[in-house]
Structures are given as C-alpha cells and as structure tokens.
C-alpha cells in the first residue's frame, strides 16, 4: 500500500487506463481503438471503471490485491515441494520484487497470478488425479493467454508439457470461447487478429521491439549489478535444469512442473524486448526454484546470490528509475491531485498538471485531442477523447497507410500536444531523424501553430 500513490506514467499506465476508460464508455477494442495486448486487462480495468467510476487509484489498489494473491500462491506452491523455513522464500523475495516495482494494472502481472494459479491446480491433479483440477489449470492459462498473448502461450505450453493430458484444452479455451465471442458479435475479431498476430508478428520480423542483452563490464558495481541483473536469471536456470537432470529430480512431476513454468513463463516475458522493465517484472520466475536449490544444496555461492537478488530488489525499487524511465520512487514526493486523487509524483508529472490544466481551458469536454508520441494518460486525465484509433505513435508502429487515417481522422481537431522538449521551432522530421513518420509529423507541424510549452509537453492550436 506504501507504493500505491507513488509516481505517474504518462505512457504505459496511460496506454492500459486509457483503454478501459473507453471500453467503460461502450468502445470496443481494436474496432474502436488499438492495443497492442489481448483484451482482458482492458475488460477487467474498463468494468471497474464503469462500476466505481474512472480512477487512477482503483487500478493501483487492484495491483496491491493481485501481489497479495500471488504470495499466497508462490507460498502455497512452494510448500507442497520445499520444507519450512524456506517454503516461505520464495513469498519473501516478492515483497521487493513484485508489484512495488510496477505499480499499475500491467498485463504481465496478471499473467503471473494466472501461470501460478495454473501450477497450483496442475500440481492438485497431479497429486489426486483428478481431472476437474486439470480443467481449472486450463482455464486460468487460457486467463493467461487473453491478457499477453506471448506470455499466456508460455504458459498453455507448459500445461500441456507437464500435465501430459491433452484435457487441459477444455479449461483453456472456456474463457477464449467466451472472448472471441464478444469480439465477433461487435465486428472486432478480425481487428483483433490483424493487432494481436499479424501486426505483432510484422514488428518482431521488422526489429522494432528487439533489443539485445548489454554487453558484459565488470569495472563498477553499478556494471556488476547490471551484469548480475539481466544474466543471472538466464545462468540459473540453465544450470539449475542441468543439476535437476543429474541428479534425477525431474522424474517429480512437481518438480518438473515449477521448472518448466517458470522457465518459460521467463523467456517468454524477455522476448523480445529484454530491458530493464521486461526483465524485472519476470525476475520473480526463478524464486521457488531458488528455495528448492537452497533446500537440497549448502553452497555458501547459492546462499550469497540469494543475498544479492534480495540488495539488488531493495536497491532497484528506491533508486533506479521507477517503471524503467520515470524517476526514482525515493524522488517522487511532490503531491499532486489527479481526478480528486492525491498522488506523489516528479516535476515532469508536475508539467503535465499544467499541461492538462491548459487542454481543459483551451477545449470543450466533447472536443477531440491528439497527442504525439506517446503520453495517453493525457487523454485519461483530461477527459477528451483521442481523435484516432493510436495512442502510440512511435517509429516502426506505423506505416503509411495508418499515418493516412490519423491525418484524415484529425481534420476537426484543433488542439495538438507534441510530447517533445523543444520550444517553438517549426522542425520537419527529416530534421529530427523521423523519417518513417515524417507524412504524419509534419502534418502536425503544418498544422498546428505553437502556444504553449509545459516541460516536455508542447501545445499547438490549428
């Protein structure tokens, strides 16, 4: 609860409550809107909202509630394969690894609480051999699978390993039934499957969300932390996997089951854009496997990395940049009030209290905005809508024909706001290194005359 009212991100905690406002307004996604996840974050958030009205809070406190049930998880599990005192590690290593890092309803958190909900049950049907613990394994993969799709195929695979019953298919497609279903009676399948595949499968073959691990410098311990951060995970899991083969452990079913599930529930979140924030939300995939290591093994080195990954979520979670760009939560402490909502945030949250402020004298509450590059948490604390279907406009999302309907959808817009730290200087793209979204940039430009600039806001009026 401490994090709750910490920080502010204008782009992906904007980008998830931006969606659910408009769901919660009767828009349908990717007809009326696009998102590049499945839809279920959209429907759970989008349903609170039409429940308890649009609050930024309501989707932290959902957050605090989701840690609390992935503990009890991570402790259940656990104690059906390790013996006490280490069956609570696992549970432990949360506090300063979970949700405190990222605040906000993300869909990879949800994920997490779904994979562990699956093995939970999928270890039940190992052990009593019933097949209806089978079916709710499947379903909560097949919950899984509708809020990230790479992630949620992770974990239908694993269940399908593991459990060595092509049963679980039952429970897996209940709740993606139900989903397509809506999605085809409001015209939104086939959008959803050009978003969630084809665009998705066209930006991992274009590059547009790889990135690479860094490279390995041992010279500072801010390098040793860094190189321990993005490799350890990788080396552990390796070696853990071979130790357990030697020594036979995968003959346990359940212990098989952890291995696989985790491992490739974290593969599967750094794939394929391994950063500082993909990376730390899938951290905790290795925690119960750690505490099974502990159990059977007296290696001081075992016992000293545990040590370091307990420093190093301390140290991230105060000092490191808050949701991988923002800054630190030990630096968010100015307050500031959002839909009546007290928050603690930095001065560039500040910047967009002002920013907001100026939108709401300078418009109508039924008049459209657009706001480039990437901020939608503008349109969500304003309340005006976003002229087009994009709240994301970043260089590889877009192609031509997608910058075409943007301009055509903004031809009543009067108010534009570039999220860039520059004054007024008309720069075309090719000025600034846009070239693939130089049809649209310079558009806006052309446009829309400069009136105001709030930090890295900058508004322009037609």
Known sequence: MYFANKGLVVGDEGYILNAAWRFSQGQTPYKDFWILYPPGVVFLLGSLFSIFGKSILLGRYLMVGIGVLISFLLLKI??????????????????????????????????????LSSLYFLLLFLEKKQKYWLLISGIFAGLAFLFKQTIGLSVIISLLITSGSLSAFAGILVPLLFTFLYLILNQAFLPFWQTVFA?????????????????????????????????????????????????????TNKILAVYVFSFLFYLSGIFPTIDLLHTSLVFPSF?????????????????????????LGVYKLFFKNYAGFESPIIKQNIPQNYLNEKLLVDQRAVNLTKTITCIKNNTNPEDKIFVYYYAPIIYFLSGRENASRYPQIVTGFLNLSQQKEIISDLKHVKLIILQQAMTNKDFKADKLGLYNLSLLYDYLIENFTFSRQFGDYQIRIR
Do not use: E
């Open 78 to 115: 656990s104690r059906k394969i390790i013996k006490p005192p280490l069956h609570l590690l696992a549970s432990a290593m949360f506090i300063f690894w979970g949700i405190p890092q990222l605040n906000f309803p993300w869909p990879t958190w949800f994920c997490w609480l779904f994979c």
């Open 287 to 311: 925690f119960i496997l750690l505490a099974i290591i502990l159990s059977i093994t007296k290696s001081n080195l075992v016992k000293l990395s545990t040590l370091f990954v307990i420093v």
């Open 199 to 251: 665009d998705l499968t066209t930006y991992n073959k274009q590059g547009t969300m790889w990135t690479n691990l860094p490279q390995i410098s041992l010279s500072s311990i801010a390098d040793i932390g860094k190189v321990f951060f993005y490799y350890f995970p990788i080396l552990f899991f390796i070696i853990t996997g071979i130790h357990f083969f030697k020594k036979n452990y995968f003959k």
